[in-house]
């Protein structure tokens, strides 16, 4: 059982290149989420999706796009990426409970840099 | 959602119980308060969410205040593996998950 799969796990970018961050899950789960997280920092929401075919903004949606085409696919795109996009990227999903989103499950990250 | 506060830092002896205290005095009926850790540079781990009772896991035990404007997370025979950030989250359901700075935790032998 995987979990929580990010790939690639590491990336470097000229500024102004374009990317995809894929992530994917094999445990059935409903909603679906995509942190960044900078040196010294607690996690920043940038956009998540509660189902196949909804996203919605987070805290940090600026310069990204997501897509959510499969249930257990969220992809995380930069058009343009730019030096201040430098982070650790990492996507997490969960199942829903009676009271709200269930355990979060992580995935390993993904280190990106800018250049 | 109700913002909350923890201290920035905190430190604890192993083998004593570590507690963490959490505001969130602006917290709704419906909001339940949700406790992640984080280890090194690893993906946050769940610990424990509670609504308005006391909840206890393997992990940790929550305790939530009667008027829900406060919380302690207690860890409760901290190992040296227990050092890392922990974040207290208060969510209303259907909402976006959202972490805070946390409270770096040191468990010091």
């Known amino acids: 059982n995987a979990g929580v799969t990010q790939t690639p796990k590491f990336r470097v970018l000229k500024t102004g290149q374009s990317m995809t961050l894929l992530c994917a899950q094999d445990m059935n789960h409903e909603y679906m989420y995509w942190y960044r997280q900078d040196p010294g920092m607690g996690l920043r929401l940038i956009h998540y999706?509660?189902?196949?075919?909804?996203?919605a903004k987070g805290e940090v949606p600026d310069g990204y796009n997501v897509s959510r085409l499969k249930k257990q696919n969220f992809l995380l795109g930069l058009e343009s990426a730019a030096p201040s996009q430098t982070s650790v990227y990492f996507c997490a999903s969960s199942t829903i409970l009676a009271g709200g989103p269930g355990e979060l499950f992580f995935g390993e990250g993904s280190r990106l840099t800018v250049l | 959602d109700a913002k909350t506060t923890q201290p920035t830092s905190m430190d604890c002896a192993e083998g004593r119980a570590a507690n963490l205290p959490c505001n969130h005095s602006t917290i709704s009926g419906n909001e339940y308060v949700y406790w992640y850790r984080q280890i090194h540079s690893q993906g946050p781990q769940y610990i424990i969410h509670g609504l308005k009772n006391n909840e206890t896991n393997e992990m940790a035990s929550l305790i939530i205040t009667e008027d829900r404007k406060s919380s302690t997370l207690i860890l409760p025979h901290a190992t040296l593996r227990d050092t890392a950030v922990y974040y207290c989250i208060s969510l209303l359901w259907g909402n976006d998950m959202r972490f805070g700075a946390g409270t770096r935790l040191t468990v010091k032998p």
């Open positions: 999706s509660v189902g196949e075919g909804t996203t």
